[in-house]
């Protein structure tokens, strides 16, 4: 716990990525068994979390990415703010260190 608290600005920002991009994936399989406007509770909840990014992105969203890879789209970028963040505290040389 203390090393988790020692690097909090690593840990925290990464988790929050990590739950924004396996949001965008679930949105993506929840859209293959659902349509759209469900009232599933858990696919609006997925909405809920994720519509908001989705937004955020729509102008930078190219205009041939069809509507239903947006989730996949809004998750490459999650996954691209990961590693640079990695690679920005890498370069700090404030990534936790395993051993």
């Given amino acids: 716990m203390l090393d988790f608290l ?12 990590a739950a924004l991009m ?34 955020f ?10 509507p239903f890879l947006l989730p996949l789209y809004a998750a490459f970028w999650t996954i691209l703010l990961r590693v640079l963040l990695y690679m920005l505290l890498f370069s700090l040389d404030l990534v936790p260190r395993l051993f």
Avoid: K
């Avoid at 020692?6 to 990525?17: A, C, E, G, K, Q």
């Avoid at 992105?57 to 069809?66: E, K, M, N, Q, S």
């Fill in 6 to 17: 020692r690097h909090s600005y690593f840990h925290i920002p990464n988790y929050v990525l």
């Fill in 22 to 55: 396996y949001t965008c994936f679930g949105v993506f399989l929840l859209d293959i068994f659902f349509r759209p406007g469900s009232s599933n509770p858990i696919y609006r909840a997925f909405h809920r979390i994720a519509d908001p990014f989705f937004r």
């Fill in 57 to 66: 992105l729509a102008p930078v969203t190219p205009g041939f990415i069809p």
